[in-house]
């Protein structure tokens, strides 16, 4: 029902044809127009995605056309010790997003993959390695280096010498890594790029690493992180775990009486937008009384369905860095709201589509969880 996309007959045709005629491929990509190749590559399993990239004339205007959740799920994909010639041509906003997506544990940043993206960013070259440095919240560079390394500042007082193991860029900061094993190579051509080209980041990234709590530092990461991932739709933890809230037994089966539907706008999606089965011969009721309705409330609707499909992924802690999430929040926001809608239609004699357009998708997910046996309170951890 949400699976995971297959090769499409356009994208299966092109990259047969790579194989017995490369320029033949690459002639056939070209004739798409930029909108038409970045359909076909967000359409295409994410295993896929860098082979019909590799066929594109003009990567440098096709990467930064990708939603930028997408550009995350492809690099992770290739694998991100490979992915330096995907972030060469990635925007600003995509770092940020593949960075606030894929660089947390629940609330707290995840050290070892951020230190994989940036490995990324440095195989690119400089330029991308400082583009991603001034994508970053700066507070978050800071948890990072602080895991990696100590720094000293020279005091102004004669007879000092820095510890021996200590390097410096500058002669005024010096640092020396936290860890016996650690060679340090990519923190010092960070360091090395930022004092060639932004003395002030490199300059309060140090001081940051000195003087700075790791408490204040990572709450304060973490309100610009969630600040963007609203802007993205996905809520707060809180306002999402709303959905699982308990209903009376006796209240369940209400229906407000002309309720207009409440809908929730269009916002810039980070992915593609899925393909959802909305065919009256779904398997889910949902999607078959979507499909009933005219297309002026159809499309309200979808962004209302994947912004509940959000707030699951966010309340049950899926990983947004992964391609499967969305998939899995699709299904599950299906499966229960279809629950709801079914039960409302019976209890109320009422058409699936009508019931629709009385009741938010929020509504029917918390009437659907509720009707099952772990509904009587329970949430997810």
Same mark, same amino acid.
């Given at each position: 029902?949400?699976?995971?996309?297959?090769?499409?007959?356009?994208?299966?045709?092109?990259?047969?044809?790579?194989?017995?005629?490369?320029?033949?491929?690459?002639?056939?990509?070209?004739?798409?127009?930029?909108?038409?190749?970045?359909?076909?590559?967000?359409?295409?399993?994410?295993?896929?995605?860098?082979?019909?990239?590799?066929?594109?004339?003009?990567?440098?205007?096709?990467?930064?056309?990708?939603?930028?959740?997408?550009?995350?799920?492809?690099?992770?994909?290739?694998?991100?010790?490979?992915?330096?010639?995907?972030?060469?041509?990635?925007?600003?906003?995509?770092?940020?997003?593949?960075? =606030?997506?894929?660089?947390?544990?629940?609330?707290?940043?995840?050290?070892?993959?951020? =230190?994989?993206?940036?490995?990324?960013?440095?195989?690119?070259?400089?330029?991308?390695?400082?583009?991603?440095?001034?994508?970053?919240?700066?507070?978050?560079?800071?948890?990072?280096?602080?895991?990696?390394?100590?720094?000293?500042?020279?005091?102004?007082? =004669?007879?000092?010498?820095?510890?021996?193991?200590?390097?410096?860029?500058?002669?005024?900061?010096?640092?020396?890594?936290?860890?016996?094993?650690? =060679?340090?190579?990519?923190?010092?051509?960070?360091?090395?790029?930022?004092?060639?080209?932004?003395?002030?980041?490199?300059?309060?990234?140090?001081?940051?690493?000195?003087?700075?709590?790791?408490?204040?530092?990572?709450?304060?990461?973490?309100?610009?992180?969630?600040?963007?991932?609203?802007?993205?739709?996905?809520?707060?933890?809180?306002?999402?775990?709303?959905?699982?809230?308990?209903?009376?037994?006796?209240?369940?089966?209400?229906?407000?009486?002309?309720?207009?539907?409440?809908?929730?706008?269009?916002?810039?999606?980070?992915?593609?937008?899925?393909?959802?089965?909305?065919?009256?011969?779904?398997?889910?009721?949902?999607?078959?009384?979507?499909?009933?309705?005219?297309?002026?409330?159809?499309?309200?609707?979808?962004?209302?369905?994947?912004?509940?499909?959000?707030?699951?992924?966010?309340?049950?802690?899926?990983?947004?860095?992964?391609?499967?999430?969305?998939?899995?929040?699709?299904?599950?926001?299906?499966?229960?709201?279809?629950?709801?809608?079914?039960?409302?239609?019976?209890?109320?004699?009422?058409?699936?589509?009508?019931?629709?357009?009385?009741?938010?998708?929020?509504?029917?997910?918390?009437?659907?969880?509720?009707?099952?046996?772990?509904?009587?309170?329970?949430?997810?951890?």
């Amino acid at each position: 029902m949400a699976a995971l996309p297959t090769l499409s007959p356009q994208a299966r045709r092109i990259l047969q044809l790579s194989r017995d005629d490369r320029a033949a491929a690459r002639d056939a990509m070209a004739a798409l127009s930029i909108e038409a190749q970045t359909a076909l590559v967000c359409e295409a399993p994410v295993s896929r995605r860098s082979e019909l990239i590799d066929l594109a004339p003009e990567p440098e205007r096709l990467i930064p056309a990708l939603p930028p959740a997408e550009l995350c799920f492809t690099a992770k994909a290739v694998g991100l010790h490979d992915a330096g010639w995907l972030m060469e041509h990635a925007t600003t906003e995509q770092i940020a997003v593949c960075l =606030d997506l894929d660089t947390w544990q629940d609330f707290v940043p995840d050290r070892s993959k951020l =230190d994989e993206w940036l490995e990324a960013f440095a195989d690119s070259g400089d330029e991308t390695l400082l583009r991603s440095t001034r994508a970053m919240d700066l507070e978050l560079l800071v948890l990072q280096m602080k895991s990696r390394i100590s720094v000293l500042l020279k005091p102004n007082e =004669d007879g000092w010498a820095p510890p021996a193991h200590a390097r410096t860029i500058d002669g005024q900061f010096y640092f020396f890594a936290l860890h016996e094993k650690d =060679d340090l190579a990519e923190v010092e051509s960070l360091l090395r790029t930022l004092f060639q080209n932004d003395y002030w980041v490199y300059f309060r990234l140090l001081q940051g690493v000195i003087w700075e709590l790791v408490s204040e530092t990572e709450e304060s990461a973490l309100r610009w992180r969630t600040g963007r991932l609203q802007d993205l739709g996905f809520p707060t933890w809180e306002e999402s775990m709303r959905i699982y809230g308990f209903i009376r037994p006796e209240a369940r089966s209400e229906l407000p009486e002309g309720e207009p539907y409440r809908e929730v706008g269009e916002w810039p999606l980070p992915i593609w937008m899925p393909n959802l089965p909305v065919q009256t011969n779904a398997e889910q009721s949902i999607f078959r009384a979507m499909a009933e309705l005219p297309e002026e409330e159809r499309r309200p609707r979808l962004y209302a369905f994947l912004a509940l499909a959000n707030r699951i992924a966010v309340a049950e802690r899926m990983p947004l860095g992964d391609s499967e999430t969305i998939p899995l929040a699709i299904e599950r926001a299906a499966e229960v709201t279809s629950r709801g809608l079914d039960y409302l239609s019976r209890e109320n004699a009422t058409d699936p589509p009508e019931v629709l357009r009385r009741v938010t998708f929020e509504r029917l997910f918390r009437v659907g969880h509720n009707l099952t046996e772990s509904g009587s309170g329970k949430h997810p951890v």
